[in-house]
């Protein structure tokens, strides 16, 4: 599985981004997939997660009800959409993959939870 993530850049506070990636392989839609940010000098940490059929999601406290993330399996894609985004939520954003089973309610916060990542976009807000 290859992951390409896009749609990073600059951004003013209180502004709006809305990252892609676009994954190869028939198997897309059996994946859970999600995104993880690493800001400069700190760790990798979770941001969202969708099940493969887009009908459950998990977001990270710290970016609830300002991001959703979404998912089109017919594209082999999903989506990040990050609205009134402050300067904390500059980092480097990285789409992942998780395969195996789903079990509804499950969550996974962990980046060794996932399987395949993509190479990153840099989100840069400014104040």
């Known amino acids: 599985v290859q992951l390409q993530a896009s749609g990073g850049g600059l951004v003013q506070a209180g502004g709006s981004l809305r990252l892609s990636c676009a994954a190869s392989?028939?198997?897309?839609?059996?994946?859970?997939m999600g995104w993880f940010r690493q800001a400069p000098g700190k760790e990798r940490e979770f941001v969202a997660h969708i099940s493969w059929s887009g009908g459950s999601t998990y977001y990270a406290d710290s970016v609830k009800g300002r991001f959703s993330i979404s998912r089109d399996n017919a594209k082999n894609t999903v989506y990040l959409q990050m609205n009134s985004l402050k300067p904390e939520d500059t980092a480097v954003y990285y789409c992942?993959?998780?395969?195996?089973?789903?079990?509804?309610?499950?969550?996974?916060?962990?980046?060794?939870?996932?399987?395949?990542w993509g190479q990153g976009t840099l989100v840069t807000v400014s104040s």
């Open positions: 992942a993959a998780r395969t195996g089973t789903y079990y509804s309610g499950s969550t996974y916060q962990n980046q060794y939870e996932f399987h395949y």
């Open positions: 392989g028939r198997t897309f839609s059996s994946y859970v």
